[in-house]
DNA sequence: TCTGGGGTCCTAGGACCC
DNA sequence: TCTGGGGTCCTAGGACCC
């Protein structure tokens, strides 16, 4: 049984949109859209932009007659600057409740055990102004006491301005009117398969879902559904995690700007990933012994389609880059076929092992500890001098495959040559991009 | 012309063991 | 000719999340 107390859940409002006007203020009041890798699809709205019917997830073709109409401002994803700005939230956050979980780029679990007895909601609008100040990120919070609950009072404090950002739902009055409110698919944890499936009983929204026997969900919905039940009822089954496990799975992938059919491109792109995965397994010092190598043609084109994987068992854990090099190319070898045109490949670790636990193999033949040496000083230098200074030579220098991100604004706070400039003495601040290209607006 | 990337957990079914 | 019962481990696939 997990303890109950109030859990609020703040929430960055369109986050990415958010981060790239606090950089460039002309795009207040604009529409904006964030695209995902490679240029593909909407990933991200503003609320003018939501307002205008552009969905989530379509690709950026299919819009683009609303985009010329209403003069959207259409930007590449800068992750770099995202996590930046995500940081910055999250250490505000930790400054006024230091019991914090982080539960992904833009939202954390707060828990406010210890300011019971206080005037939480008020705490959590002072909470969101210095946010706002400090940052320049709106948020929306959700309190509640469980986390579901807490979730479903965000989205109402999002959607409803009056509400000034904030809602409480701990003993309110209104929780069946708020539940009555809340459609089925926007539980979390809810998605489309078992909308559909609801729907076709007749439960079409939370106060529906709560009052459904839980034996029948257990068995359409797994324990997961029974879960989501208990907490829509109030029964916390999601505790709060403080600290990240380490990760069971490490995938690195990426669309090609351009498709290819030549397998030393593909070599290429695929010891780029493996020294991108071979890191983060580093980085949470862990080992693998398991390693996968997929690629596939473009699903989306009406071409001869080809879909593989291949996984291979190294005989002892490791995480040296070179290493697992020799068998990620083994891999692609076994998979590759000529003549299709592929759009993407990928790296996947698996049986992944904290590194001093691993089973050494006696009969290692490399110098693992020379090798482990050397990984280490390359990993210190890339800190140091910045990601990509250190990089095996397999991964290739002309990056064919690479991505395409043509819309993106600059590192505003992370690369000395991209900080903004603010001119002084004007009254309307004005913020001259120092941008390396000029065109990061969409606007032809 | 143009459609992302990175994770989690659960379950069923097969292989294998005694 | 007749051929059990119980357990573990692994994997693939499906659901979900951001």
């Not at 505000?92 to 780029?105: M, N």
């Given at each position: ?9 703040v929430?960055?409002?369109?986050f990415?949109?958010s ?18 890798n ?23 073709f ?6 010329k ?21 999250m ?15 833009d ?17 959590c ?17 959700g ?5 579901t609950?807490a ?15 904030v ?11 708020y ?19 609801l ?6 929204n ?6 459904v ?7 359409n ?23 990240a ?16 059919s ?14 991108v995965?071979?890191?983060?397994l580093?980085?949470?010092?862990s ?15 009406n ?5 593989n ?5 190294m005989p ?13 190319h083994?891999?692609l070898?076994?998979?590759?076929k ?12 698996t ?80 913020v001259e ?7 990061f607006?969409?606007?032809?």
């Open positions: 049984m997990i303890k109950k107390f109030p859990i609020a859940l929430d960055c409002n369109n990415y949109a981060c790239e006007r606090v950089f460039n203020p002309k795009l207040w009041g604009r529409p904006i859209i964030v695209l995902s490679n240029d593909g699809m909407i990933i991200a709205r503003s609320n003018e932009a939501k307002a205008l019917g552009i969905p989530m997830g379509d690709p950026l299919k819009v683009k007659d609303i985009v109409k209403h003069n959207v401002a259409v930007l590449s994803s800068n992750y770099t600057l995202y996590g930046d700005m995500s940081q910055r939230v250490s505000a956050l930790e400054h006024f409740c230091p019991d914090v979980e982080i539960y992904s780029i939202e954390a679990f707060l828990n406010m055990e210890q300011y019971k007895g206080r005037n939480i909601t008020d705490y609008r002072y909470i969101r102004t210095k946010i706002r100040q400090w940052t320049g990120i709106p948020v929306s919070v309190i509640a006491e469980t986390k609950l979730k479903l009072a965000n989205r109402i404090a999002k959607k409803n301005p009056e509400l000034d950002g809602l409480n739902i701990i003993e309110s009055p209104k929780i069946d009117l539940l009555k409110k809340t459609p089925v698919e926007d539980i979390w944890g809810v998605g489309r398969q078992y909308t559909k499936f729907n076709k009983h007749n439960i079409f939370a106060l529906e879902f709560r009052d026997n839980d034996k029948w969900i257990r068995k919905m797994t324990v997961m559904g029974q879960r989501t039940l208990f907490e829509i009822r109030g029964i916390p089954c999601v505790s709060i995690e403080y600290s496990p380490p990760k069971k799975a490490i995938v690195s992938s990426r669309s090609f700007g351009k498709v290819t030549n397998l030393q491109d593909l070599k290429e792109a695929v010891s780029y990933f493996t020294h995965a071979s890191r983060k580093r980085k949470q010092n080992e693998c012994h398991l390693l996968s190598v997929f690629l596939r043609t473009n699903p989306f084109k071409e001869p389609q080809y879909h994987g291949c996984m291979v068992q002892t854990p490791t995480s040296i880059t070179s290493e697992m090099l020799k068998y990620a083994q891999a070898e076994q998979i590759f000529e003549d299709f045109l592929y759009h993407k490949v990928g790296i996947m670790l049986g992944i092992v904290p590194k001093n636990k691993s089973q050494l193999s006696l009969f290692d033949e490399e110098d693992r500890m020379k090798l482990d040496d050397l990984t280490a000083t390359v990993d210190e230098i890339n800190l140091k001098y910045g990601r990509g200074t250190l990089f095996y030579a397999s991964s290739g220098i002309k990056r064919s495959w690479k991505t395409k991100a043509e819309l993106k604004s600059p590192r505003f706070t992370t690369n000395w040559e991209e900080l903004p400039l603010v001119k002084a003495g004007e009254t309307d601040y004005e991009l120092k941008a390396i290209k000029t065109n607006y969409y606007e032809s």
